[in-house]
T-cell receptor, first 114, second 114 residues
Framework: DAGVTQSPTHLIKTRGQQVTLRCSPKSGHDTVSWYQQALGQGPQFIFQYYEEEERQRGNFPDRFSGHQFPNYSSELNVNALLLGDSALYLC?????????????FGQGTRLTVV | AQSVTQPDIHITVSEGASLELRCNYSYGATPYLFWYVQSPGQGLQLLLKYFSGDTLVQGIKGFEAEFKRSQSSFNLRKPSVHWSDAAEYFCAVAMNTGFQKLVFGTGTRLLVSP
């Protein structure tokens, strides 16, 4: 079982550019959540996708958008990058969206905006 | 709004000594509580979780945590620390609704001295 895989592992972008991060959930999982972890901070919830729909969103601007595909994989898009978007972006997958299910995290994508 | 406080940013423990990491939460109802561990360059791994029932929960790697409603706490403990336990530890809370959005604390970095 490959677990949750994220790509790329590292990325450097310039202010104002756009970026797409990708996540493949653990086999059998249908729910994907995205978190942003700034240096020295805990992860912050961005949004969750279930059945190809955004279920709930955290306190992030519309520059952050996402998508879930029929195979349950997901993308996180960030437009008009700011220096403050530099962070580790974590994807978590689970089976269903109930609290009784464990969320499995990928190793993350380290985004640096210069 | 939910919040999680981990008052200790860093903790150093001698190998073989006992460990207790503190976590306090703020939430109006019975929370769902989690402890995750993050090793350098890695994603988050679930150590244990509390939903209901016995307030002392056992997790992986010899960790346990105790839920104390009166103190709004969910402290993580281990009787004997190993050098491989050095990592960042995050406490998280989720609302007890049918949706898993995790709110994390800022983390405690555990250093293990020989």
């Amino acid at each position: 079982d490959a677990g949750v895989t994220q790509s790329p592992t590292h990325l450097i972008k310039t202010r104002g550019q756009q970026v797409t991060l990708r996540c493949s959930p653990k086999s059998g999982h249908d729910t994907v959540s995205w978190y942003q972890q700034a240096l020295g901070q805990g992860p912050q919830f961005i949004f969750q996708y279930y059945e190809e729909e955004e279920r709930q969103r955290g306190n992030f601007p519309d520059r952050f958008s996402g998508h879930q595909f029929p195979n349950y994989s997901s993308e996180l898009n960030v437009n008009a990058l700011l220096l403050g978007d530099s962070a580790l972006y974590l994807c978590a997958s689970s089976l269903g969206d109930s609290l009784g299910t464990e969320a499995f995290f990928g190793q993350g994508t380290r985004l640096t905006v210069v | 709004a939910q919040s999680v406080t981990q008052p200790d940013i860093h903790i150093t423990v001698s190998e073989g000594a006992s460990l207790e990491l503190r976590c306090n939460y703020s939430y109006g109802a019975t929370p769902y509580l989690f402890w995750y561990v993050q090793s350098p360059g890695q994603g988050l791994q679930l150590l244990l979780k509390y939903f209901s029932g016995d307030t002392l929960v056992q997790g992986i790697k010899g960790f346990e945590a105790e839920f104390k409603r009166s103190q709004s706490s969910f402290n993580l403990r281990k009787p004997s620390v190993h050098w491989s336990d050095a990592a960042e530890y995050f406490c998280a809370v989720a609302m007890n609704t049918g949706f898993q959005k995790l709110v994390f604390g800022t983390g405690t970095r555990l250093l293990v001295s020989p």
